[in-house]
C-alpha cells in the first residue's frame, strides 16, 4: 500500500465501520480487522464506491492468540502508520448474573489483544518516524459503577495504558488518544445484554456524531477524547486533580489515620 494506511478493528459495523469511511475520506488505505468476513465485504465495498483507497479485509478473531498474530505481523510490517483499536464488547450484567469465561473473554479482546497490537505497532511506528495510535475506550473508565464491573475495569486499563503511552512516546512523533464514548447506537447494547433503544434518546449518541466528535479531538491534540462531556474543562480538572494527588503518595511512613492512638 503506497498511501498511508489505517488499520481499524472491530471494523465491520458501528464504531469502526464509520472510522473506516472517515479516514478512507481522508486519503487512508484501509486494512478493516474483524471476524465477520461477510460484513467486512460489505463494509468494504461500500467505501470503495465511494472513495479512492485500497482496501485489505483481515478476518480474525483477536480473542484468540492466532487471529491477534495475524494482525501483529500486519503491523509489524511498518506498512500501516494509523492504528484505531476498536474491537471488543461489554456487559451490563453483575458479577452473579455473569460468567466468568465470558468475563475472560471480555479480557482477551478488550485488554489482551489490544496490548499486543499496540505493542506490534509501536516499533514499527517510531522506525517510521511517527504514527497515530486510537484507543477506544468507555466513559466507564471513570465511572465504573455504571455498568459491568469487569467491562468498567477492561476500560480503564485501556485509559490508563493511553496516558502512559501519552508519557512514554513523547519524542518519537506518535500521537495517541483514548477515546471515551458515552451510551452510542451499535450493536454492542445488544451483544452487552441491553438493547440502546430501551435508553433514554437524550442520552444515545449516533455513531457518526461520536467519530466526528472524536476525530475532532484528534486534529485538535487530545490525549482523552469524552464526545458525550459539555464541557470539556471538566475533563481538564479532573485530570489536574489526579495529577496533583498522585504527588502525594511518596511517604515512607502510613498516613496519620493508619497509626493505633
Known amino acids: 500500500m503506497s498511501r498511508n494506511t489505517a488499520l481499524i478493528t472491530g471494523a465491520s459495523s458501528g464504531i469502526g465501520a464509520v472510522y473506516a469511511d472517515r479516514l478512507a475520506r481522508r486519503g487512508y488505505d484501509l486494512v478493516l480487522v474483524a471476524r465477520n468476513t461477510d460484513r467486512?465485504?460489505?463494509?468494504?465495498?461500500?467505501?470503495?464506491?465511494?472513495?479512492?483507497?485500497?482496501?485489505?479485509?483481515?478476518?480474525?478473531?483477536?480473542a484468540t492468540p492466532a487471529g491477534s498474530a495475524i494482525v501483529e505481523d500486519i503491523l509489524k510490517t511498518g506498512q500501516v502508520s494509523f492504528l484505531v483499536n476498536n474491537a471488543g464488547f461489554g456487559a451490563v450484567s453483575t458479577l452473579l448474573q455473569t460468567n466468568i469465561d465470558d468475563m475472560v473473554n471480555m479480557i482477551d479482546?478488550?485488554?489482551?489483544?489490544?496490548?499486543?497490537?499496540?505493542?506490534?505497532?509501536?516499533p514499527a511506528f517510531v522506525k517510521r518516524g511517527g504514527g497515530t495510535i486510537i484507543n477506544i475506550a468507555s466513559i466507564v473508565a471513570v465511572g465504573p459503577e455504571i455498568l459491568n464491573g469487569v467491562y468498567g475495569a477492561t476500560k480503564a486499563y485501556v485509559l490508563a495504558l493511553t496516558q502512559s503511552l501519552q508519557h512514554e512516546l513523547a519524542d518519537t512523533g506518535?500521537?495517541?488518544?483514548a477515546v471515551l464514548p458515552g451510551a452510542t447506537a451499535t450493536d454492542f447494547w445488544q451483544v452487552a445484554g441491553l438493547s440502546h433503544q430501551q435508553l433514554p434518546d437524550?442520552?444515545?449518541?449516533?455513531?457518526?456524531?461520536?467519530?466526528?466528535?472524536?476525530?475532532?479531538?484528534?486534529d485538535a491534540g487530545e490525549v482523552?477524547?469524552?464526545?458525550?462531556?459539555?464541557?470539556?474543562?471538566?475533563?481538564l480538572n479532573y485530570e489536574a486533580q489526579r495529577r496533583q494527588l498522585s504527588q502525594k503518595f511518596g511517604h515512607a511512613n502510613p498516613g496519620a489515620r493508619y497509626l493505633k492512638k
Do not use: C, F
Open 174 to 177: 506518535i500521537q495517541v488518544q
Open 40 to 62: 467486512l465485504k460489505q463494509v468494504a465495498q461500500r467505501i470503495s464506491q465511494e472513495h479512492d483507497v485500497n482496501i485489505q479485509i483481515v478476518p480474525a478473531d483477536l
Open 109 to 122: 479482546i478488550n485488554v489482551t489483544a489490544l496490548t499486543r497490537l499496540t505493542y506490534a505497532a509501536v
Open 224 to 235: 482523552v477524547t469524552i464526545p458525550p462531556l459539555q464541557d470539556g474543562s471538566d475533563w
Open 202 to 218: 437524550e442520552i444515545v449518541m449516533s455513531t457518526t456524531d461520536m467519530v466526528d466528535a472524536a476525530l475532532a479531538g484528534l
